[in-house]
């Protein structure tokens, strides 16, 4: 048998890859599977029991289409690539989520494919329900919100709101995030499941929730119609207003939906009523329409029946599930309530400590302060007790130097009323020996006129005898008697000059007398003057400094005159003009 003569083996299977609204899953199905087959094994790998919403959706030549369940896979017009993707979407949605949606499950896929919708702008929702519907969807996401966890910029990577609503309005990202956290602190303790189940029942109430669009015209010619298939019916809708529809059929007032080829035909319940035809392009987009007319429909008349056996079981199971949640929730609440105040307490009690801790730190730091203080002011007190020592010395000593003070400025003044007296004696002494130069100075004067008049009479003598020698015996006796009286004059000029010498003895014997009284008194004022420069005082007289001492020499205008007699020494300065009595008063 040649290679060329065998047959190509056909696969028994293939793949296929499903996507959920939060998850991807690969199959290998068998090559004889019809779409329900694919569809089971799909809701039983998620869990799914309400089966009837749901459907797997394919791409085919740029629309889509829903795989039909009675017919094979491979034998519909789904992609050839291998692994096949379909898409578990809702085809159908319920008129009150809340009555009909059981599952958890069917609630959550539910939620994550209206939100999708929602921010994909396929359904038209107002911006301030965009931030309400965004606060529940973060709900879900993140639980209760919790300031210490969920800081500012924790929703910078969640796409909550559609970009329609971000460009209306000039408001940065933290703007948006702070008005949807506002919202979303106030469903504290709302559950996951809750949640979502807030959200759908905002979602619902949009005008274009759960709407299947189509393009349609009422006749061959105009293309300006919209189709809307939803669980309420039939709606016509101009091409650029999907919110408010022009016409609508309720399901409850159709009693047919037929179409041939292109052309649709619904017929009212009432006769009376006109029958409304339209027209669609697409022969598969009109079998679209067809099918999610019929499934609508008989989803509506489901919901006035009574509920199947198993849609009990499963409300009923969903009721004791949802009971025992809420159970759960509830001491789940109370357990959180009481770790959240075993926490409170715990941080208050870490406060407590860490506050008691810092006290004890800042008491130990107050001790040891204290005990350095305690040490620094018994040093301080040592210090100042030698100080008090050292001033009570000082004070002793300060009153035996004033005491001594005292006694020196009773000597002091003794000493002064001494120096007073004897310059008292001085002066008197001075005045005495002015009036006796002055005395004398008479005297002289009388002597000096008398000596003139000696000379004279000695030039007239001697005259005379000259006249008398010019005669013998008149001379002799001229001349002797001249010669006696030359003698005469002779004797009183020695007289006189005895005297003379005789006084100016005196004189100077007094004169050195007096000068040894003044070397004395200015000894005695240099020792006094010095003693008080010691004692920091000086007499408080009349005084006025006299530099002919060198150190000072205080003295009154009177005693002045004690210092002139020392110039009495020398006779040669008795005839003087500064030794007259009137110099002795001007200087």
């Not at 047959?7 to 793949?15: A, G």
């Not at 807030?198 to 300006?224: C, H, P």
């Not at 408010?244 to 047919?256: E, M, V």
């Not at 949802?322 to 770790?339: G, N, S, T």
């Amino acid at each position: 048998m040649s290679i060329l003569g065998l047959k190509k083996k056909q696969p028994k299977t293939f793949k296929v890859k499903v996507i959920t609204m939060d998850a991807e899953v690969e199959f290998s199905c068998e090559v004889k599977w019809k779409g329900k087959d694919l569809f089971d094994l799909v809701c039983r790998t998620i869990g799914l029991r309400e089966t009837w919403f749901f459907g797997l959706r394919y791409i085919v030549k740029d629309t889509y289409a829903w795989l039909k369940m009675e017919k094979r896979v491979l034998d519909q017009e789904v992609p050839k690539e291998f692994p096949i993707t379909f898409h578990f979407l809702a085809k159908f949605f319920p008129e009150k989520v809340e009555e009909e949606l059981v599952q958890e499950i069917t609630q959550h896929l539910f939620f994550l494919q209206v939100k999708k919708k929602i921010l994909d702008e396929e359904i038209f929702c107002s911006p301030e329900a965009c931030v309400l519907l965004a606060s529940y969807a973060v709900q879900a996401k993140y639980g209760d919100y919790d300031p210490n966890f969920h800081k500012p910029g924790f929703l910078s990577q969640d796409e909550l709101l559609p970009k329609r609503v971000l460009m209306q309005y000039q408001m940065t990202a933290d703007m948006w995030e702070e008005k949807i956290t506002a919202w979303y602190a106030e469903h504290r303790g709302i559950a996951r499941d809750e949640a979502e189940m807030e959200y759908l029942k905002i979602a619902q109430d949009l005008e274009m929730y759960g709407v299947s669009y189509f393009s349609i015209t009422q006749n061959k010619r105009d293309t300006d119609l919209l189709l809307g298939v939803d669980a309420q019916g039939l709606h016509i809708y101009s091409p650029n207003n999907k919110l408010n529809p022009n016409k609508s059929f309720p399901w409850s007032g159709i009693r047919n939906i037929s179409y041939s080829e292109k052309e649709f035909t619904i017929k009212p319940l009432d006769k009376k009523k006109e029958v409304f035809k339209f027209y669609s392009s697409q022969l598969r987009v009109n079998k679209l329409i067809l099918q999610l007319c019929i499934g609508n429909h008989d989803l509506f008349m489901r919901r006035r029946k009574v509920d199947t056996i198993e849609v009990q079981q499963m409300k009923a199971q969903a009721k004791e599930e949802k009971a025992r949640k809420k159970v759960e929730r509830q001491i789940l609440a109370r357990e959180k309530q009481m770790r959240e105040e075993a926490e409170r307490a715990k941080e208050e009690m870490e406060r407590r400590l860490f506050q008691l801790q810092d006290e004890a730190r800042l008491a130990n730091e107050a001790l040891l302060r204290s005990e350095e203080t305690a040490d620094l002011l018994a040093e301080k007190a040592q210090i100042a007790e030698e100080e008090a020592k050292l001033l009570a010395h000082k004070a002793a000593e300060a009153e035996q130097e004033r005491q001594r003070l005292e006694v020196t400025a009773l000597k002091t003044k003794e000493e002064k009323r001494l120096m007073e007296q004897k310059m008292r004696e001085a002066e008197q002494l001075a005045v005495k020996l002015v009036e006796q130069s002055e005395r004398r100075l008479k005297e002289a004067d009388h002597l000096k006129q008398d000596l003139n008049e000696a000379k004279d009479a000695e030039r007239r003598a001697k005259q005379k005898l000259l006249e008398i020698t010019k005669s013998t015996y008149p001379v002799r006796l001229h001349l002797e008697a001249g010669s006696c009286r030359m003698d005469f004059k002779d004797t009183d000029m020695k007289r006189l000059s005895m005297e003379i010498e005789r006084e100016r003895l005196e004189y100077m014997e007094k004169s050195k007398h007096l000068q040894d009284q003044l070397k004395e008194l200015k000894s005695e004022i240099e020792s006094l003057k010095l003693e008080e420069q010691q004692q920091g005082g000086l007499f408080a007289h009349r005084w006025i400094s006299f530099r002919w001492f060198r150190p000072r020499v205080f003295c009154n205008t009177k005693s002045l005159l004690m210092m002139f007699p020392v110039f009495l020494i020398c006779p040669s300065l008795l005839g003087s003009p500064a030794f007259s009595p009137g110099g002795l008063k001007h200087l």
